[in-house]
């Protein structure tokens, strides 16, 4: 038998976290981010940045929960520094 037709892909998981400035307006940010190291900031529903854990981007790491983890990091930092965003 040959496995034609069956998938073998693994199913991305993603979480959604909230995080809040300690400066400026001290406005709540969505952040989205799943297990291959992509991640999405958003504010009131509003998709500010996109972005994409480097070392993935590299080849350096697999897709996993520490990933997803070090995504959410990129995203904090991207927000506390409002890097290529406007705060409103």
Known sequence: MNDVGHSRTRAIHSTSVQHQR???KRLTYDIRADDHGNFEILL???VLKRGTDPL???GLRAP???VMASAIRYA????LYLHLMREE
């Not at 904090?76 to 927000?79: H, L, R």
């Open 22 to 24: 300690n400066a400026g």
């Open 44 to 46: 009131n529903g509003k």
């Open 64 to 66: 996993g929960p520490a």
């Open 56 to 58: 993935v981007l590299c």
């Open 76 to 79: 904090k930092a991207g927000i």
